[in-house]
Structures are given as structure tokens and as C-alpha cells.
């Protein structure tokens, strides 16, 4: 099975902070990475795919990067909608996701 | 816009079955992604446009079945043999940029779930 971890677990972050959040995977997956995002009580929602594109209607600020076992997600300009838990999912070989990590409000 | 409604949690007690449902809007390949209390999505199970193909995850592969009723715009999860680590909300989404069949995509959209509790 493919292990995905993801890092840090929690980030505590101010409105207008530029925040990354890193996912690590146990074997090259190319660039078959998505984002979610969650907030309570909801479901997630779909943010990006194949590790850096965008879906429709998702702001500017959220960018992802990366290939092979290391991916990241870019908020470059944090606003009080984003605090939120943002999940990783690999779906290279079937699906797997991360942990979380739960943005808080410092 | 895609609309998915899952209906059939509850709790049950180990050993028990339960079949969820899931109504949905259009005609799309499906899958159930389940999420324990404070823990990830996890994928459960896959069904093409068809309902023809289907793939799970080992965790229920032989426990659970997904099918579909496409005159009924309808999906369903057979769940038998349930245990404790079954307890999750159970989401039905879509699998993006999937005409037909795929084994695994991302979830581009999601029901609002349904709570099942296995306990004694």
C-alpha cells in the first residue's frame, strides 16, 4: 500500500500569512495528487489535481506543486474562509490520503 | 450542478449488515468514501458508469458490495459483517474526469454523508 503522510499535522497562521503544507509519499506517484479542503460538519471539497490544477471557482491564492513522493500546497495569502483541515490524496495506485492538517487561527 | 443525497446509517451491532444508499443527479462513475471520527477519507469502493466494473479497498473487499441502479439514478453499499472499525460517515461522491471506467480518480463531488455506528 502507498503510505501518505502529511506535514505538519496542525499550523497555527494570521490572515494574509503565506502557509505551505507538505505531503509525502511512500513511492513515486507521478503527479496523481490531489488537495481537499474541510471544514466541520461538511464534506471535503475537491481543490486540485494532478498535483497543481486548479479546479474551477478556487481562488488564486491556493497553488500546488510538486512530482514523485514530495507535494506541497501554497496558500499564499491567507483569509478567515481558509482555516480549515486540508487532506492529500494519492490516486495512482488506487487511493489512499493523508492524515490532515488542521490550519488554525493563531 | 451534481446533487448526491445518502440515506440508510444507523448503528448496528457487530456482525450486522446495513445497505446505504445514495441518490444522484446525472450519470457519472461513483464511489464511497467513508471517514472515521478525526481521521482521513478513506476510499471505500468504486462502480463504472456501467456498474459493470467495480473495485474496493482491502479493508472490505468479501464484506461490502456497491452497485447501482441507473434507471433509479440510485447507488448502493452492501454492508455485511460489519465491525467497530467500520464506524464512519459514509460520502458518496463522483470520480472526476471519468466518462466510464476508471479504477481511481480524485472526488470532485460529495453527498452530505451518512453516519454509521457499529457497537454492541
Known amino acids: 500500500d502507498i503510505r501518505v503522510t502529511q506535514s505538519p499535522s496542525t499550523l497555527s497562521a494570521s490572515v494574509g500569512d503565506r502557509v505551505t503544507i507538505t505531503c509525502r509519499v511512500s513511492q513515486n506517484i507521478d503527479r496523481w495528487l490531489a488537495w481537499y479542503q474541510q471544514k466541520p460538519g461538511k464534506a471535503p471539497k475537491f481543490l486540485i489535481h494532478q498535483a497543481s490544477v486548479s479546479e474551477s471557482g478556487v481562488p488564486s491564492r491556493f497553488s500546488g506543486s510538486g512530482s514523485g513522493t514530495e507535494f506541497t500546497l501554497t496558500i499564499s495569502s491567507l483569509q478567515p474562509d481558509d482555516f480549515a483541515t486540508y487532506y492529500c490524496?494519492?490516486?495512482?495506485?488506487?487511493?489512499?490520503f493523508g492524515q490532515g492538517t488542521k490550519l488554525e487561527i493563531k | 450542478e451534481v446533487q448526491l443525497l445518502e440515506s440508510g446509517g444507523g448503528l448496528v451491532q457487530p456482525g450486522e449488515s446495513l445497505r446505504l444508499s445514495c441518490a444522484v443527479t446525472?450519470?457519472?462513475?461513483m464511489a464511497w468514501v467513508r471517514q472515521a471520527p478525526g481521521k482521513g477519507p478513506e476510499w471505500v469502493s468504486s462502480?463504472?458508469?456501467?456498474?459493470?466494473?467495480?473495485y474496493y479497498a482491502d479493508s472490505v473487499r468479501g464484506r461490502f458490495t456497491i452497485s447501482r441502479d441507473n434507471s433509479e439514478n440510485t447507488l448502493y453499499l452492501q454492508m455485511n459483517s460489519l465491525r467497530a472499525d467500520d464506524t464512519a460517515i459514509y460520502y458518496c461522491?463522483?470520480?472526476?474526469?471519468?466518462?466510464?471506467?476508471?479504477?481511481?480518480?480524485?472526488?470532485?463531488?460529495w453527498g452530505r454523508g451518512t453516519l454509521v455506528t457499529v457497537s454492541s
Open positions: 462502480i463504472s458508469t456501467s456498474g459493470i466494473t467495480t
Open positions: 490524496q494519492q490516486y495512482n495506485t488506487y487511493s489512499t
Open positions: 461522491a463522483t470520480l472526476a474526469y471519468c466518462g466510464g471506467d476508471c479504477s481511481i480518480r480524485p472526488f470532485d463531488f
Open positions: 446525472g450519470f457519472y462513475a
